[in-house]
C-alpha cells in the first residue's frame, strides 16, 4: 500500500441524529491530531449538502475542552442532511475534493452514508484521484449489516427501556392501557429494547409488536384483552413498522394523507396516528375507557443526559479508528465483533468493504423474537442490556404481601 498522501481530510454527519454520533466526530477529530500527513481537518456543515456549497469550518482549531462537551451532546454537532447522492451529486462532492486537496473522508451514518463513500470512491479511482472514504457507522436502528451493533443503537435502546420502566410504574399507579410507539419502519431493535428493564413478572411492557412479526387486528385485539383480564392493565410497546399481513404497515393504512421523506418512504415518526388508531381500536372493540398512547418520535435520537457510557466510548473508538484505517487503507467501513457477552462484555473493530454495507440492512433475528411474535427472547436480553451500559433498579411497594 502506497504511503499516507499529505493532504487535507473532511468529515462530516448523515442521516438522523443520535446521543453518541458526535462522539464519533471527536474520535475522528482527535485521532487526526495524531498524523502529520492531514494538514487540515475540514467539517462540512450539513453533511454533502455543506460539502457542495464548501460551508465548511476548521475544527483543527476546537479546543480539547470544547470537544469533551461535544462528545457527551446528543445531536449532529455538524448539521446533518437527508440529501441521498446520485452519481452526478457525488462527482459535485469529488470536484470540490480535488478543489481542496481533499483525500481523506470520513462520513458518519447509515447504510446510505456507506453507499455515498462507496460511489465516491468509486469515481475517484476511476478518476485516478487518491482519496481514501471511510464510513463510520451510526444508526438507532441497528440495522447495518456485518457490524455486531452500530453506535448510537445503545444509547436510543436505554431511553427506550427507561422510558417504558416509567411508563409501567405509572400504569400501576393508574391502571388502564398504554400503548408507545416506538421507531422502526423495518428492524425491531429499539421496538424490543423497551423489555429490557423489566425486573418483576407482571412489568411492562406486557406486549412487544415488532415489524418482522406482522399482525392482524384480530389478533392485536385478543393479546391485549388477554393481558388486561389477567392483570387489569396492559403497557404495549409496538415499532412504527407494525405492519398487517399484507406486509403493509398499519400506519400506512390509517394516514389518509401520506407525507413521504426524501427517500420516498411513507412518513411515521412524525405522526400521531398509529397511536391514536389504536387507541381508538381498544375503546371502541374492547370497552375499555382508560387508554392512552403516546408516539415516542424524534425524542429517541437525541435526549440529553442519558447517553450510554458503553455506547459512548465504542463511537469514540469507531471514529478514530477509521482514521488509523485511512493511513494504511483506501477505503472502508468500521466494524465490531462482539468478543464476550455478560460482564465480560467487549468488542473488537475490524474493516470491512464499504460494498458490503452501502445500501443494505439487517432485521431483528428470529431468535430475538418470541413464539407468539408480541415479545423478546432471553437471548435478545443477553445480546442488548450491555450496550446500554446498564439500567436502573425500581420498586413497587403494591405487590408486597397485604397485611
Not at 416509567?166 to 393508574?174: F, T
Request: hydrophobic share 35%; proline share 4%.
Amino acid at each position: 500500500m502506497a504511503s499516507a498522501p499529505q493532504a487535507n481530510a473532511i468529515v462530516s454527519q448523515s442521516g438522523g441524529p443520535t446521543g453518541v454520533i458526535n462522539a464519533s466526530l471527536v474520535g475522528v477529530i482527535e485521532e487526526v491530531k495524531k498524523h502529520p500527513e492531514i494538514k487540515n481537518l475540514y467539517g462540512a456543515i450539513h453533511a454533502v449538502s455543506g460539502i457542495v456549497k464548501e460551508n465548511f469550518i476548521d475544527l483543527m482549531k476546537v479546543s480539547n475542552d470544547v470537544l469533551e462537551t461535544v462528545a457527551a451532546s446528543p445531536s449532529s454537532a455538524l448539521g446533518s442532511s437527508r440529501d441521498k447522492p446520485d452519481a452526478e451529486y457525488c462527482k459535485k462532492i469529488l470536484d470540490v475534493f480535488k478543489k481542496r486537496d481533499i483525500r481523506y473522508f470520513f462520513y458518519i451514518g447509515g447504510n446510505d452514508s456507506a453507499n455515498t463513500c462507496f460511489i465516491i470512491n468509486n469515481m475517484a479511482q476511476e478518476a485516478k484521484y487518491e482519496l481514501r472514504a471511510f464510513h463510520v457507522p451510526k444508526t438507532i436502528d441497528n440495522d447495518l449489516l456485518v457490524t455486531d451493533h452500530c453506535p448510537g443503537f445503545g444509547t436510543a435502546a436505554k431511553f427506550v427501556s427507561c422510558a417504558l420502566m416509567g411508563d409501567d410504574l405509572d400504569n400501576r399507579a393508574l391502571p388502564g392501557i398504554k400503548i408507545d410507539v416506538i421507531m422502526g419502519r423495518h428492524a425491531g431493535f429499539l421496538t424490543a429494547a423497551s423489555a429490557l428493564g423489566k425486573q418483576r413478572d407482571d412489568d411492562g411492557p406486557h406486549l412487544v409488536y415488532m415489524p418482522e412479526r406482522p399482525v392482524s387486528m384480530d389478533k392485536f385485539l385478543s393479546d391485549v384483552d388477554s393481558v388486561y383480564k389477567k392483570l387489569g392493565r396492559c403497557v404495549i410497546a409496538v415499532s412504527e413498522g407494525m405492519s398487517d399481513h399484507d406486509h403493509k404497515t398499519w400506519a400506512e393504512k390509517i394516514t389518509e394523507t401520506q407525507e413521504r421523506d426524501s427517500h420516498g418512504n411513507v412518513q411515521l415518526s412524525g405522526t400521531g396516528a398509529l397511536a391514536d388508531y389504536l387507541a381508538s381500536q381498544i375503546k371502541s372493540k374492547l370497552k375499555v375507557k382508560r387508554v392512552r398512547a403516546d408516539t415516542f418520535g424524534y425524542l429517541q435520537r437525541s435526549f440529553a443526559g442519558l447517553q450510554s457510557p458503553v455506547d459512548a466510548a465504542e463511537a469514540r473508538s469507531c471514529g478514530r479508528q477509521a482514521v488509523q484505517y485511512a493511513m494504511n487503507e483506501l477505503n472502508g467501513s468500521v466494524a465490531m465483533k462482539r468478543t464476550a457477552s455478560g460482564k465480560n462484555y467487549g468488542v473488537e473493530l475490524f474493516r470491512t468493504e464499504l460494498k458490503n454495507v452501502a445500501e443494505k440492512t439487517k432485521s431483528l433475528p428470529d431468535e430475538f423474537i418470541n413464539k407468539d411474535g408480541n415479545g423478546i427472547t432471553s437471548a435478545f436480553v443477553e445480546y442488548a442490556m450491555p450496550l446500554t451500559g446498564g439500567l436502573p433498579k425500581t420498586e413497587y411497594l403494591g405487590n408486597f404481601t397485604k397485611i
